[in-house]
């Protein structure tokens, strides 16, 4: 299932910043009666600052997916899989073969991104454990979906975890990604052009989120909701 909001108001490019585009999703998400109490869970680290405005207007809390792109070996931009905490992978199998990627090579890209994603995971979680999703619905936040491979691998963490429903949620994507994210029950986005391009064009300020400031923005949000 996929949500179409008509927003006549918002045209094309005009996110401020991540900040910009989490209220305005937060604010769409917020009208809903349909949600219960869901964990709302940033990809980090450019969906956390998304995530953060969403979880405010939910009141709900805010917690991370650790996820990352195995990028193809002679263009690292384009995803042709993800990676996810707890072992989780996603191979794009109808990408490899037309790229001349064997399983070999994507196995050893993979190994060496699974090395920065449990960096990451230390990171950002330490010693605390995964978020509880026995029940619960998991939406997924990320800043922009271009091929979907991030988005779901994080929604395999999430039904691993046990989420017994999986939304995936980002102020812009393309409507490709999103028939990709099949593992989702929904996929909510603000807008969706015929052609993408990079997420970055559809903000005014999209400069790198730092690990500092996704750690800031989780321990608000702990402390806020223990």
Same mark, same amino acid.
């Given at each position: 299932m996929t949500d179409q909001p008509s927003y006549d108001w918002m045209p094309l490019r005009t996110f401020t910043d991540r900040d910009d585009a989490g209220t305005r999703l937060g604010e769409h998400l917020a009208r809903? =009666? *349909?949600l219960g109490e869901p964990m709302v869970l940033g990809l980090p680290r450019g969906g956390v600052p998304v995530a953060a405005r969403?979880?405010?207007a939910l009141r709900a809390p805010l917690d991370v997916i650790v996820v990352r792109k195995v990028?193809?070996?002679f263009q690292p931009e384009v995803a042709m899989g993800a990676i996810g905490e707890g072992g989780v992978r996603y191979v794009d199998t109808k990408l490899l073969p037309r790229i001349g990627v064997t399983e070999?090579?994507?196995?050893?890209?993979e190994a060496r991104e699974r090395i920065v994603l449990e960096e990451r995971v230390e990171r950002f979680r330490g010693a605390r454990g995964r978020p509880e999703l026995r029940g619960r619905t998991a939406l997924i936040v =990320? *800043?922009?979906i271009a091929t979907?491979?991030?988005?779901?691998?994080?929604c395999r963490v999430a039904r691993a975890l046990g989420a017994s429903r999986v939304i995936v949620a980002a102020p812009v994507a393309s409507p490709q990604a999103i028939a990709q994210i099949t593992d989702a029950d929904?996929?909510?986005?603000?807008l969706k052009p015929d052609y993408l391009g990079a997420v970055g064009a559809y903000y005014r300020h999209f400069d790198q989120t730092s690990d500092a400031e996704v750690v800031e923005l989780l321990e608000a949000?702990?402390?806020k909701h223990g």
């Open positions: 809903r =009666d *349909d969403v979880a405010r990028g193809v070996p070999e090579e994507f196995a050893e890209a =990320d *800043d922009g979907g491979a991030t988005a779901i691998a994080a929904e996929v909510v986005c603000l949000a702990r402390a």
